[in-house]
Protein backbone atom coordinates (compact mmCIF):
# COMPACT_ATOMS: atom_id res chain seq x y z
CA UNK A 1 0.00 0.00 0.00
CA UNK A 2 2.92 2.57 1.00
CA UNK A 3 4.71 1.39 -2.42
CA UNK A 4 1.30 2.58 -4.14
CA UNK A 5 1.28 5.61 -2.60
CA UNK A 6 4.56 6.45 -3.60
CA UNK A 7 4.02 6.12 -7.26
CA UNK A 8 1.02 7.80 -7.47
CA UNK A 9 2.89 10.76 -5.57
CA UNK A 10 6.42 10.06 -8.35
CA UNK A 11 3.58 10.65 -11.10
CA UNK A 12 1.89 13.57 -9.89
CA UNK A 13 5.44 15.26 -9.09
CA UNK A 14 6.64 14.56 -12.47
CA UNK A 15 3.48 15.95 -14.33
CA UNK A 16 3.43 18.89 -12.45
CA UNK A 17 7.65 19.06 -13.59
CA UNK A 18 6.37 18.41 -17.41
CA UNK A 19 3.62 20.78 -17.21
CA UNK A 20 5.70 23.75 -15.56
CA UNK A 21 8.65 23.11 -18.22
CA UNK A 22 5.67 23.65 -20.69
CA UNK A 23 4.06 26.89 -19.68
CA UNK A 24 7.65 28.00 -19.00
CA UNK A 25 8.84 27.34 -23.15
CA UNK A 26 5.54 29.22 -24.11
CA UNK A 27 6.11 32.29 -22.00
CA UNK A 28 9.19 32.29 -23.03
CA UNK A 29 7.93 32.44 -26.78
CA UNK A 30 5.57 35.20 -25.99
CA UNK A 31 7.95 37.18 -23.71
CA UNK A 32 10.27 38.47 -26.85
CA UNK A 33 8.91 41.55 -27.89
CA UNK A 34 9.41 43.96 -30.52
CA UNK A 35 10.55 47.89 -30.93
CA UNK A 36 9.93 49.70 -34.12
CA UNK A 37 8.01 52.63 -35.32
CA UNK A 38 7.87 53.26 -39.23
CA UNK A 39 5.31 54.23 -41.50
CA UNK A 40 4.99 51.47 -45.06
CA UNK A 41 7.48 48.97 -43.82
CA UNK A 42 7.69 46.37 -45.95
CA UNK A 43 6.99 42.85 -44.55
CA UNK A 44 10.76 42.07 -45.87
CA UNK A 45 12.06 44.32 -43.81
CA UNK A 46 9.98 43.95 -40.59
CA UNK A 47 10.70 40.09 -40.72
CA UNK A 48 14.62 40.95 -40.33
CA UNK A 49 13.80 43.21 -37.98
CA UNK A 50 12.11 40.70 -36.03
CA UNK A 51 14.91 37.97 -36.16
CA UNK A 52 17.60 40.78 -35.20
CA UNK A 53 15.32 41.65 -31.99
CA UNK A 54 13.57 38.61 -30.74
CA UNK A 55 16.10 35.49 -32.79
CA UNK A 56 12.68 34.21 -34.81
CA UNK A 57 12.50 33.07 -37.89
CA UNK A 58 8.93 34.08 -39.82
CA UNK A 59 8.05 31.82 -43.02
CA UNK A 60 5.22 32.29 -45.41
CA UNK A 61 3.57 28.87 -46.42
CA UNK A 62 1.20 28.86 -49.33
CA UNK A 63 -0.07 32.14 -49.23
CA UNK A 64 -0.36 34.91 -51.41
CA UNK A 65 0.98 37.39 -49.26
CA UNK A 66 4.13 38.92 -50.34
CA UNK A 67 7.17 40.61 -48.73
CA UNK A 68 7.04 43.44 -50.63
CA UNK A 69 3.93 44.22 -48.61
CA UNK A 70 3.70 47.30 -46.63
CA UNK A 71 2.49 47.50 -43.26
CA UNK A 72 2.94 50.63 -40.81
CA UNK A 73 4.75 49.38 -37.63
CA UNK A 74 3.76 51.04 -34.26
CA UNK A 75 5.59 48.55 -31.83
CA UNK A 76 6.60 49.77 -28.69
CA UNK A 77 7.92 46.76 -26.52
CA UNK A 78 5.18 44.95 -27.99
CA UNK A 79 4.99 41.11 -27.40
CA UNK A 80 5.96 38.98 -30.37
CA UNK A 81 2.32 37.30 -30.55
CA UNK A 82 0.64 40.76 -30.95
CA UNK A 83 2.89 41.96 -33.97
CA UNK A 84 2.25 38.62 -36.02
CA UNK A 85 -1.32 38.78 -35.01
CA UNK A 86 -1.43 42.51 -36.62
CA UNK A 87 0.15 40.84 -39.69
CA UNK A 88 -2.10 38.62 -40.17
CA UNK A 89 -5.14 40.77 -39.16
CA UNK A 90 -6.15 42.10 -42.27
CA UNK A 91 -5.42 38.96 -44.62
CA UNK A 92 -7.50 36.67 -42.48
CA UNK A 93 -4.35 34.36 -42.67
CA UNK A 94 -3.38 32.15 -39.43
CA UNK A 95 0.06 31.37 -37.82
CA UNK A 96 1.68 29.22 -35.27
CA UNK A 97 5.17 30.27 -33.40
CA UNK A 98 6.88 27.35 -31.93
CA UNK A 99 10.63 26.61 -31.54
CA UNK A 100 11.51 30.32 -32.31
CA UNK A 101 9.89 29.89 -35.70
CA UNK A 102 6.72 32.09 -36.45
CA UNK A 103 4.83 30.28 -39.88
CA UNK A 104 1.99 32.32 -41.11
CA UNK A 105 -0.32 30.11 -43.71
CA UNK A 106 -3.57 30.15 -44.91
CA UNK A 107 -6.40 29.18 -42.57
CA UNK A 108 -7.28 25.83 -42.62
CA UNK A 109 -11.44 24.81 -42.86
CA UNK A 110 -13.23 23.74 -39.65
CA UNK A 111 -15.32 20.68 -40.25
CA UNK A 112 -18.61 22.39 -40.43
CA UNK A 113 -17.05 24.90 -43.23
CA UNK A 114 -16.24 21.41 -44.96
CA UNK A 115 -19.82 19.93 -44.30
CA UNK A 116 -21.38 22.69 -46.07
CA UNK A 117 -19.02 22.77 -48.71
CA UNK A 118 -19.64 19.22 -49.07
CA UNK A 119 -23.61 19.66 -49.95
CA UNK A 120 -23.00 22.83 -52.05
CA UNK A 121 -21.48 21.36 -54.50
CA UNK A 122 -24.25 19.18 -56.81
CA UNK A 123 -24.43 16.70 -59.68
CA UNK A 124 -25.28 19.20 -62.85
CA UNK A 125 -27.00 17.58 -65.73
CA UNK A 126 -27.39 19.26 -68.83
CA UNK A 127 -27.61 19.24 -73.11
CA UNK A 128 -25.75 20.64 -75.07
CA UNK A 129 -27.25 21.75 -78.66
CA UNK A 130 -26.58 23.70 -82.00
CA UNK A 131 -28.45 26.48 -82.81
CA UNK A 132 -31.71 24.65 -84.15
CA UNK A 133 -31.93 22.69 -81.22
CA UNK A 134 -30.43 19.48 -82.81
CA UNK A 135 -28.13 17.72 -80.02
CA UNK A 136 -24.37 17.66 -80.40
CA UNK A 137 -22.78 14.73 -79.35
CA UNK A 138 -19.39 14.80 -78.30
CA UNK A 139 -19.27 18.03 -76.83
CA UNK A 140 -16.34 18.60 -74.05
CA UNK A 141 -17.55 19.93 -70.44
CA UNK A 142 -15.05 21.79 -68.08
CA UNK A 143 -15.10 23.19 -65.20
CA UNK A 144 -13.19 26.27 -65.32
CA UNK A 145 -9.98 26.60 -63.25
CA UNK A 146 -10.70 23.00 -62.32
CA UNK A 147 -9.87 19.26 -63.28
CA UNK A 148 -13.57 17.79 -63.63
CA UNK A 149 -14.49 17.48 -67.52
CA UNK A 150 -17.26 15.12 -69.56
CA UNK A 151 -18.48 14.76 -72.60
CA UNK A 152 -22.14 14.93 -74.04
CA UNK A 153 -23.76 11.17 -75.22
CA UNK A 154 -25.20 10.75 -78.24
CA UNK A 155 -28.08 12.79 -77.39
CA UNK A 156 -26.15 15.80 -76.14
CA UNK A 157 -26.71 14.73 -72.68
CA UNK A 158 -24.29 15.55 -69.96
CA UNK A 159 -23.59 14.85 -65.91
CA UNK A 160 -20.72 16.49 -64.01
CA UNK A 161 -20.51 15.79 -60.35
CA UNK A 162 -19.36 17.52 -57.69
CA UNK A 163 -19.68 21.46 -59.08
CA UNK A 164 -20.18 24.11 -56.83
CA UNK A 165 -23.03 26.82 -56.83
CA UNK A 166 -20.81 29.92 -58.77
CA UNK A 167 -18.30 27.54 -60.64
CA UNK A 168 -17.99 28.26 -64.11
CA UNK A 169 -18.56 25.64 -67.19
CA UNK A 170 -16.68 25.79 -70.26
CA UNK A 171 -18.49 24.04 -72.92
CA UNK A 172 -16.91 23.39 -76.43
CA UNK A 173 -17.58 21.78 -80.02
CA UNK A 174 -15.40 21.78 -83.33
CA UNK A 175 -17.00 24.11 -85.47
CA UNK A 176 -18.91 26.32 -82.93
CA UNK A 177 -18.38 28.69 -80.20
CA UNK A 178 -16.92 28.05 -77.23
CA UNK A 179 -19.49 29.32 -74.52
CA UNK A 180 -18.78 29.50 -70.47
CA UNK A 181 -22.16 28.67 -68.24
CA UNK A 182 -22.00 29.95 -64.14
CA UNK A 183 -23.73 27.53 -62.63
CA UNK A 184 -26.29 28.33 -59.91
CA UNK A 185 -29.01 26.30 -57.98
CA UNK A 186 -31.88 26.95 -60.42
CA UNK A 187 -29.97 25.82 -63.82
CA UNK A 188 -27.62 22.75 -62.07
CA UNK A 189 -30.86 20.47 -62.97
CA UNK A 190 -31.27 21.31 -66.11
CA UNK A 191 -28.41 23.42 -68.15
CA UNK A 192 -29.86 23.80 -71.70
CA UNK A 193 -26.87 25.08 -73.70
CA UNK A 194 -26.84 26.15 -77.19
CA UNK A 195 -23.78 27.02 -79.27
CA UNK A 196 -23.34 29.00 -82.37
CA UNK A 197 -21.57 27.65 -85.41
CA UNK A 198 -18.26 29.61 -85.76
CA UNK A 199 -18.40 30.46 -89.39
CA UNK A 200 -14.30 31.67 -89.64
CA UNK A 201 -13.55 28.19 -88.60
CA UNK A 202 -15.03 26.86 -91.47
CA UNK A 203 -12.77 25.84 -93.84
CA UNK A 204 -13.13 26.42 -97.59
CA UNK A 205 -14.13 23.00 -99.54
CA UNK A 206 -12.44 22.90 -102.60
CA UNK A 207 -14.25 20.55 -105.12
CA UNK A 208 -12.79 19.03 -108.43
CA UNK A 209 -14.75 17.46 -111.56
CA UNK A 210 -12.65 15.00 -113.20
CA UNK A 211 -15.13 15.07 -116.29
CA UNK A 212 -17.85 12.13 -115.12
CA UNK A 213 -18.15 13.51 -111.26
CA UNK A 214 -17.29 15.82 -109.08
CA UNK A 215 -15.31 15.19 -105.30
CA UNK A 216 -13.54 16.88 -102.70
CA UNK A 217 -9.94 17.73 -103.25
CA UNK A 218 -8.76 15.50 -100.58
CA UNK A 219 -10.84 12.40 -101.62
CA UNK A 220 -9.45 12.76 -105.18
CA UNK A 221 -6.72 10.44 -106.18
CA UNK A 222 -5.84 11.72 -108.98
CA UNK A 223 -3.60 15.60 -109.41
CA UNK A 224 -5.51 18.90 -110.18
CA UNK A 225 -4.74 21.98 -111.50
CA UNK A 226 -7.04 25.37 -111.56
CA UNK A 227 -6.71 27.27 -115.04
CA UNK A 228 -7.20 30.49 -115.05
CA UNK A 229 -9.73 31.14 -117.82
CA UNK A 230 -9.32 35.35 -118.18
CA UNK A 231 -5.67 34.42 -119.91
CA UNK A 232 -6.81 31.98 -121.80
CA UNK A 233 -9.51 33.96 -123.62
CA UNK A 234 -7.13 36.98 -123.93
CA UNK A 235 -4.73 34.30 -126.29
CA UNK A 236 -5.10 34.21 -130.07
CA UNK A 237 -7.80 32.41 -131.13
CA UNK A 238 -7.36 29.26 -131.89
CA UNK A 239 -9.65 26.30 -132.40
CA UNK A 240 -7.06 23.44 -130.37
CA UNK A 241 -7.75 23.68 -126.77
CA UNK A 242 -4.35 22.03 -126.18
CA UNK A 243 -2.53 24.84 -127.75
CA UNK A 244 -5.17 27.36 -125.25
CA UNK A 245 -3.65 25.76 -122.76
CA UNK A 246 0.13 25.35 -123.72
CA UNK A 247 2.09 27.38 -120.94
CA UNK A 248 -0.36 27.47 -118.29
CA UNK A 249 -0.62 24.00 -116.79
CA UNK A 250 2.41 22.62 -115.15
CA UNK A 251 3.62 19.76 -116.87
CA UNK A 252 1.65 19.71 -119.84
CA UNK A 253 3.40 19.53 -122.97
CA UNK A 254 1.99 20.61 -126.21
CA UNK A 255 3.23 19.53 -129.42
CA UNK A 256 2.69 21.81 -131.78
CA UNK A 257 4.06 19.95 -135.11
CA UNK A 258 1.80 19.20 -137.36
CA UNK A 259 0.37 15.78 -138.38
CA UNK A 260 1.93 14.25 -140.77
Not at 48 to 70: C, H, P
Not at 102 to 116: L, N, P, T
Not at 131 to 152: D, E, T, W
Amino acid sequence: MNMYKKLTLIMKFTTLILIASMMQVSAAGFAQKLTLKQKGITLGKLVVEIRKQTGYDVFFENTDLKSSARINADFNNTPLEQVIAKIVAPTGLSYTISDKTVIIKAKEKGFFESVINLFAAAEVTGKVLDSLGNPLPGASIKVKGGNASAYSNGKGEFKLPNVQSGAVLVISYIGYLTREVTITDGNADNLQVRLMTDVSSLAEVAVVSNGYQSLPRERSAGSFTQVNMDVVANRSISMNVLQSLDGLVPGLVVNNAPNK
